[in-house]
Nanobody, 124 residues
Framework: QVQLVESGGGLVQAGGSLRLSCAAS????????MGWFRQAPGKEREFVAA????????YSADSVKGRFTISRDNAKNTVYLQMNSLKPEDTAVYSC?????????????????WGQGTQVTISS
């Protein structure tokens, strides 16, 4: 089991930045692939970014590529999502998730553990 707790959400103006954190407890953090997903009102949850166990491989959705960066600190059991050049369409609840294998990293159904989410609101 692993427990995930997100933080860092809030209200910012378009063009601003936020850094989300996801703290993990429980089993060894470094044994999990970590992902960020988001869900806007009335829409399905969508993939944002993923990072492998060591942090050596990352992948981001086209909609955030060049603006969002995923990273992790295994010593602190934490994964981050640095979000720059934010747009109103980035408004959503952002959740982190954990899984044990890299394949299908963009598929939400393959993730075993989820945090409760943190609200990100971007004003125009």
């Amino acid at each position: 089991q692993v427990q995930l707790v997100e933080s860092g959400g809030g209200l910012v103006q378009a063009g601003g930045s936020l850094r989300l954190s996801c703290a993990a407890s429980g089993r060894t953090f470094s044994s999990y692939v970590m992902g960020w997903f988001r869900q806007a009102p009335g829409k399905e949850r969508e993939f944002v970014a993923a990072i492998n166990w060591s942090g050596g491989s990352t992948y981001s959705a086209d909609s955030v590529k060049g603006r969002f960066t995923i990273s992790r600190d295994n010593a602190k059991n934490t994964v981050y999502l640095q979000m720059n050049s934010l747009k109103p369409e980035d408004t959503a609840v952002y959740s982190c998730a954990a899984k044990s294998y890299w394949r299908d990293y963009a598929t939400r159904a393959t993730y075993n553990y989820w945090g409760q989410g943190t609200q990100v609101t971007i004003s125009s």
